[in-house]
């Protein structure tokens, strides 16, 4: 098993660029969410999924985007970059209720910079 | 207030020395407790679950105390590979199994 994939792992934009971080899984598991990770403030929750096709928002969803269409993958969108969103992003995955033990399986993560 | 707040470090301790990290949550209805290890610019890696009863994997104890919402986790005879930050998590199903991080406390275990 892979395990939790990212891409790309470092990534440079220009404010007001657009992208998409990839997230992928090959352990079948229900939930995944996004986290940025800044400076001294811990991991953040951006969005989080219970399920394909059922999507919500976390801490700081602004300026994001998320969709997920199959149980495999969980791209997050920058809409319009900004330097705010300098920041380490991490994907993770889990098993839902009942089925695990709730550990999270992180991604390596994407280092991002926007200027 | 945070939902999850740690000791604020750094930890600075000499190789063979005992440390201690605390942790509180303030939602009551918090199901499941970890903490995690975070290496230097790498993703965040289970080090152990939290039981009601406490429990131990090697020289790490995890204590929890849900009457007054505080997690502990004990490391005994500091190996300079314990530096590291140390993350203490909350899940709670009823919120969609969101983990809620506390900001971690970062170890560095010396010579």
């Known amino acids: 098993n892979a395990g939790v994939t990212q891409t790309p792992k470092f990534q440079v934009l220009k404010t007001g660029q657009s992208m998409t971080l990839q997230c992928a899984q090959d352990?079948?598991?229900?939930?995944m969410s996004w986290y940025r990770q800044d400076p001294g403030m811990g991991l953040r929750l951006i969005h989080y999924?219970?399920?394909?096709?059922?999507?919500d928002q976390g801490e700081v969803p602004n300026g994001y985007n998320v969709s997920r269409s199959t149980t495999e993958d969980f791209p997050l969108r920058l809409l319009s970059a900004a330097p705010s969103q300098t920041s380490v992003y991490f994907c993770?995955?889990?098993?839902?209720?009942?089925?695990?033990?709730?550990?999270?399986?992180f991604g390596p993560g994407t280092r991002l910079t926007v200027t | 207030r945070k939902e999850v707040e740690q000791d604020p470090g750094p930890f600075n301790v000499p190789e063979g020395a005992t440390v201690a990290f605390n942790c509180t949550y303030s939602?009551?209805?918090?199901?499941?407790f970890f903490w995690y290890r975070q290496d230097c610019r790498k993703e965040p890696k289970l080090l152990m679950s939290?039981?009601?009863s406490g429990n131990e994997d090697g020289r790490f104890t995890a204590q929890l105390n849900r009457a007054s919402q505080y997690i502990s986790l004990l490391i005994r005879d500091s190996k300079l590979s314990d530096s590291a930050t140390y993350l203490c998590?909350?899940?709670?199903?009823?919120?969609?199994?969101?983990?809620?991080f506390g900001q971690g406390t970062e170890l560095s275990v010396k010579p």
């Open positions: 993770a995955s889990s098993y839902g209720p009942g089925q695990g033990s709730g550990e999270q399986y």
């Open positions: 352990m079948n598991h229900e939930y």
């Open positions: 999924s219970v399920g394909a096709g059922i999507t």
């Open positions: 939602n009551s209805a918090s199901q499941s």
């Open positions: 939290v039981y009601s």
């Open positions: 998590v909350v899940l709670n199903y009823n919120q969609g199994g969101k983990l809620i």
